[in-house]
């Protein structure tokens, strides 16, 4: 079982970069896919979510109309679209997996499988 992140990079502010998580030895579609994100020496906060069943999202206050999250359950993949970005939005993002979670979905530990990260750094 693994998740695979990537699609980080530098990127200057207002720019724009779009993050994958690919998915591979579990059923993907019975799992809410979230994202989180750290900054050094900082905790692990949520910045989004989509739920396993209906394709509910959700959006951390920081990133709500800037971020889009979606997913391809053909693909095991979700994405997580990233616009008008900013120097604040510097950290690792992580993906992470919680099997037919609808509850509690921003907290990281209600998420069973993480991805090792990709670093995004937005230059001001």
């Known amino acids: 079982v693994q998740l695979q992140a990537s699609g980080g990079g530098l990127v200057q502010a207002g720019g724009s970069l779009r993050l994958s998580c690919t998915a591979s030895?579990?059923?993907?579609?019975?799992?809410?896919m979230g994202w989180f994100r750290q900054a050094p020496g900082k905790e692990r906060p949520f910045v989004s979510a989509?739920?396993?069943?209906?394709?509910?999202?959700y959006y951390a206050d920081s990133v709500n109309g800037r971020f889009t999250i979606s997913r391809d359950n053909a693909r095991n993949t979700v994405y997580l679209q990233m616009n008008s970005l900013k120097p604040e939005d510097t950290a690792v993002y992580y993906c992470?997996?919680?099997?037919?979670?609808?509850?509690?979905?921003?907290?990281?530990?209600?998420?069973?499988?993480w991805g090792q990260g990709t670093q995004v750094t937005v230059s001001s």
């Open positions: 030895g579990l059923t993907f579609s019975s799992y809410t």
């Open positions: 992470a997996a919680a099997w037919r979670n609808s509850d509690y979905i921003s907290r990281p530990r209600e998420y069973q499988l």
């Open positions: 989509i739920e396993w069943g209906g394709g509910s999202t």
